[in-house]
């Protein structure tokens, strides 16, 4: 397939994502992908592509890209102003893009990571089965530079005649509340440090990234010291340093470590978690089972 | 759900183990020895082999744990964790399987640290870990690196106090009860005592991408820094070859 589009701001961080490299974690690989997963497939939907196609994941700031050839695109999540060639264009519908033009995507107005999907998806060479940027490993695609050529697939050939799924999206809340399942070692932490975590208000802290949704607020206390022996670590665990504030695992988490689990956010919250920008308050509750 | 398998009235091989729940739809299983987690794992992938054990997305070992991660439902997990206390795990089986050979020039910067710490001469050490039958009981920190366990109590060693800001790809460490080999370039705090040149550990273009996974036996090679012929190994340079 020709090449599809050319990079013309890159933003801050401009990845290309698509639903990860699950089945891994044994090697030390993380499962990566989308970190608003429900956005991602809703662009990709928008198009008549699988849900499993790569869309640009972008970062508070957007990107801009050439179409080199015509295509169609959607953007999803974060919402955000979207022109070609400086027209304003349609967020959250399909947007054709001539060839030669621009497709801007803007800075979110609110949340963190737009989802652009295009015709047929980006096709970058997949690594273990996934076009997915994996930041922590460095496998998959590097994050978009200005300049940077990106191939598309064939575009479907049946596209929704009409958008029945491209429900305005309310943006994030003004408080991120995470349900979480405490365990599997909520048994390190004192009944006082779980009230803590229960009850106390936290922050998101500007080093919040795609590993992990870093926390700002008072520290859990321990129970026990010491290092926990390494052990598997779940996509939404709540990870507590020694420093005692909980790190939230995101999609390019490490797959092992040595801090204590005090319990994991269930994975239908953590899209959520992804749009939150940096000082947004966070409140955790217990989830239902 | 933290369950207590069959102490002391079953047979040897009844699972002696915690099961913690993980989120909704996983379980954490917890054994008493880094032997034991590793014929669980081993039983674990024979049970999906023949296709009996409950679908589930991940199966990730640790030190002496077992991560059962994304079953379709809460139920699936929570009946799996009540079954597993019940399980007859056969123990690990000898070293029948041949061991993956890694050759390593012993020129570590630790090499002579090491030697102090496990009280023997600094030639000593290649010869002490050349000797030591491994097995990759773990994987994590990147894709393709392996913890390594099988060196004697007497040789494990702390991690380095000043941990370094690069550690060269293929350089071999030393870490609490682990031997390792870094996949790339990285950040590192463990006592690296050689470089493993020939070895490639990771390559995504490979099948498969990664040359350790959990359960693979090593074995360390000499490699002598002044040319082939030295030690058991032979003259061609063959990256993680099997023999």
Redesign the interface.
């Known amino acids: 397939m020709a090449d599809g589009l050319q990079t013309a701001r890159a933003g801050v961080l401009t990845t290309v994502q698509d639903l990860g490299r699950?089945?891994?974690?044994?090697?030390?690989?993380p499962r990566s992908g989308a970190l608003d997963t429900g956005a991602h497939r809703l662009a990709n939907r928008l198009l008549g592509n699988p849900e499993t196609a790569a869309t640009l994941e972008t970062t508070l700031t957007g990107c801009a890209v050439r179409a080199l050839r015509p295509t169609v695109a959607a953007v999803t999540g974060a919402p955000c102003p979207v022109t070609v060639d400086g027209r304003p264009a349609a967020w959250g519908q399909p947007v054709h893009v001539p060839a030669g033009a621009v497709l801007d995507v803007g800075a979110a107005t609110h949340g963190v990571r737009s989802y652009v999907a295009f015709d047929g998806g980006v096709d970058a060479d997949p690594?273990?089965g996934s076009r997915a940027t994996d930041l922590l490993?460095g496998?998959g695609p590097a994050p978009l530079c200005e300049g940077a050529v990106l191939t598309l697939g064939a575009p479907p050939v049946h596209r929704p005649s009409v958008c029945c799924d491209a429900a305005v999206w309310a943006g994030p809340p003004r408080e991120l509340l995470l349900p979480v399942?405490l365990?599997?070692r909520h048994d390190w932490f004192t009944p006082g440090g779980l009230r803590t975590l229960l009850s106390c208000g936290y922050r998101v802290s500007p080093a919040s990234n795609r590993i992990g949704l870093r926390l700002e607020g008072p520290a859990l206390e321990r129970a026990r010291e010491g290092e926990l022996?390494?052990?598997?670590?779940?996509?939404?665990a709540v990870q507590v340093p020694p420093e005692g504030r909980p790190v939230i695992f995101l999609a390019d988490h490490?797959?092992?470590?040595g801090y204590p689990?005090v319990g994991?956010?269930?994975r239908e919250a953590l899209d959520a978690a992804a749009q939150a920008p940096p000082g947004t308050p966070v409140r955790f509750a217990p989830?239902g089972? | 759900m933290r369950e207590a398998g069959g102490e002391g009235d079953a047979g040897r091989g009844q699972l002696r183990a915690a099961v913690?729940?993980?989120?909704?739809d996983?379980l954490?299983v917890e054994l008493g020895t880094a032997e034991e987690t590793e014929a669980l794992h081993a039983e674990l992938l024979r049970r999906r082999a023949r296709g009996t054990l409950p679908p589930v997305?991940?199966?990730?070992?640790?030190?002496?744990?077992?991560?059962l991660?994304?079953f379709p439902s809460?139920d699936a997990a929570r009946a799996l964790a009540a079954e597993l206390p019940g399980w007859d795990v056969p123990p690990l089986t000898g070293s029948a399987e041949s061991a993956l050979e890694i050759p390593v020039r012993y020129d570590g910067p630790d090499l002579a640290d090491v030697a102090a710490l496990w009280g023997v001469a600094e030639d000593e050490v290649p010869r002490i870990h050349t000797a030591a039958a491994f097995r990759v009981a773990?994987?994590?920190?990147?894709?393709?690196?392996g913890?390594l366990t099988g060196l004697d109590e007497r040789y494990h060693v702390p991690r380095r106090a000043d941990p370094r800001t690069r550690v060269p790809a293929g350089a071999v460490g030393l870490a609490g009860p682990y031997t390792g080999v870094y996949p790339r370039s990285s950040p590192g705090g463990w006592q690296l005592i050689g470089t493993a040149p020939e070895t490639v550990l990771w390559d995504?273009d490979r099948t498969p991408?990664?040359l350790l996974?959990?359960g693979t036996r090593v074995r360390f090679v000499p490699l002598d820094p002044d040319g082939p012929g030295h030690g058991e190994r032979g003259a061609g340079p063959a990256p993680g070859r099997r023999p």
């Not at chain 1, 490490?254 to 470590?257: L, R, S, V, Y």
């Not at chain 2, 913690?20 to 909704?24: A, D, E, F, Y």
């Open positions: 699950a089945g891994y974690a044994h090697l030390g690989v690594v273990l490993s496998l399942v365990g599997p022996a390494s052990e598997g670590m779940p996509l939404g490490p797959t092992t470590g689990v994991v956010v269930p989830a089972a | 913690l729940p993980v989120g909704r996983g954490l997305a991940e199966i990730v070992p640790g030190a002496t744990t077992v991560l991660d994304g809460a773990f994987c994590g920190f990147a894709p393709g690196f913890y995504a991408a990664a996974a959990p």
